[in-house]
């Protein structure tokens, strides 16, 4: 089955302590990108990233880093996590051009910073 | 930064009647999306219509898209109890292919009454 894997979905943590989440897609899919959802804010674009070892900010970056060493996986890294990370976080992929194909989502990582 | 807006920001209706929600964008795109999410799940993708498309259908969806007031709704006919979520419209700049990622509205939250 096509899809788009996050883990953890839930996750419960105290500031500055790192953490990463996973994004695995295995659709072949040169696109990839994390969006944060917040309530009266919508989904912003963390970072995103065109192919293997290319990756660029998105509209909200800072606190987070990204890496893409391999095409399938695309994990996003909080080095010290502060509560106004608190969100829920998706990752998306798409064809080759991003965001001119559909984008096809993870099923969210609810984070929590205390 | 946000550009979609969707309106209304919530609608509730009686199973088997049509729901129509709008969204209306800032500046020129290449192609607007729509996306549904139930509750605290992933996106999932509906529709997508380029900016030399006017009307497309999929099921019981119908978008239509109209650049010159830059705005687009999105009809589902015969409205069932599991269309209850919310609906996001997302636009993609018309910027030769620029990979930085959709750009999300707030959100339609539709329920349906049974």
């Not at chain 1, 996750?11 to 040169?30: A, D, R, W």
């Not at chain 1, 080095?79 to 608190?86: A, G, L, Y």
């Not at chain 2, 509750?39 to 030399?52: A, K």
Request: a positive charge; aromatic letters at 8%; glycine letters at 8%.
């Amino acid at each position: 089955e096509a899809q788009v894997t996050q883990n953890p979905r839930y996750l419960i943590t105290v500031t500055g302590k790192k953490l990463t989440v996973t994004c695995s897609q295995n659709m072949n899919h040169e696109y990839m990108s994390w969006y944060r959802q917040d309530p009266g804010l919508g989904l912003r674009q963390i970072y995103y990233s065109m192919n293997v070892e290319v990756t660029d900010k998105g509209d909200v970056p800072e606190g987070y880093k990204v890496s893409r060493k391999e095409k399938r996986n695309f994990p996003l890294i909080l080095e010290s996590p502060s509560p106004n990370q608190t969100s829920l976080y998706f990752c998306a992929s798409s064809l080759a051009g991003g965001p001119i194909y559909e984008q096809y989502f993870g099923p969210g990582t609810r984070l929590t910073v205390t | 930064s946000q550009q979609g807006e969707e309106d209304p920001q919530a609608l509730s209706i009686q199973e088997g009647e049509n729901a129509t929600m709008n969204c209306s964008y800032k500046t020129s795109i290449n192609n607007l999306q729509w996306y549904r999410q139930n509750s605290g799940r992933g996106l999932v993708h509906l529709i997508l219509i380029r900016s030399n498309e006017r009307e497309k259908h999929s099921g019981r969806l119908r978008v239509t898209l109209d650049t010159s007031k830059k705005s687009s709704s999105l009809l589902i006919t015969a409205s069932r109890a599991a269309d209850t979520a919310s609906y996001f419209c997302a636009t993609v700049p018309y910027s030769g292919g620029g990979a930085d990622g959709l750009t999300f509205g707030k959100g339609t939250h539709l329920i349906i009454q049974p």
